[in-house]
C-alpha cells in the first residue's frame, strides 16, 4: 500500500488568511493615508479609525455576496464597526435600509 500525498493547498486559498492579509494591507494603507494627509495627527486614532473602516466594508461586502456562490467572508472584526452597520445593513434582506 503506497501512501499518496495529501495536496499542498496554497495559504491564499484559505479564506481566514486571505480576507485577514486583505484587510490588513488595506487598514495599513488606510490609516497611512489618514496620517499623509493629517486627519487625525495620532497615529492610534488612524490606525482604529481604518480598521473600523475597513470592518465596515467587510461587513457590508459580506452582507452583499451572501446569496451568491463566491466564498464568505469568516468570521472576525472589529465591536464599533459591527455595531453601526447593524442598522444600515438589513439582517437576512437584500436591500438596505
Known amino acids: 500500500m503506497s501512501k499518496q500525498k495529501a495536496k499542498s493547498r496554497s495559504w491564499w486559498s484559505e479564506p481566514m ?6 484587510s490588513l494591507g488595506l487598514t495599513l494603507a488606510l490609516a497611512a493615508t489618514l496620517l ?11 490606525g482604529l479609525i481604518a480598521v473600523n473602516l475597513v ?14 456562490s463566491w466564498m ?3 468570521e472576525a472584526g472589529g465591536l464599533f464597526a459591527i455595531l453601526f452597520p447593524c442598522r444600515l445593513v438589513a439582517h437576512n434582506r437584500k ?3
Open 95 to 97: 436591500e438596505w435600509r
Open 36 to 46: 499623509y494627509f493629517g486627519c487625525p495627527p495620532d497615529v492610534l486614532a488612524a
Open 55 to 68: 470592518t465596515l466594508a467587510t461587513y457590508a461586502y459580506d452582507k452583499a455576496i451572501a446569496n451568491s
Open 72 to 74: 464568505r467572508v469568516p
Open 17 to 22: 488568511y486571505r480576507y485577514g492579509a486583505l
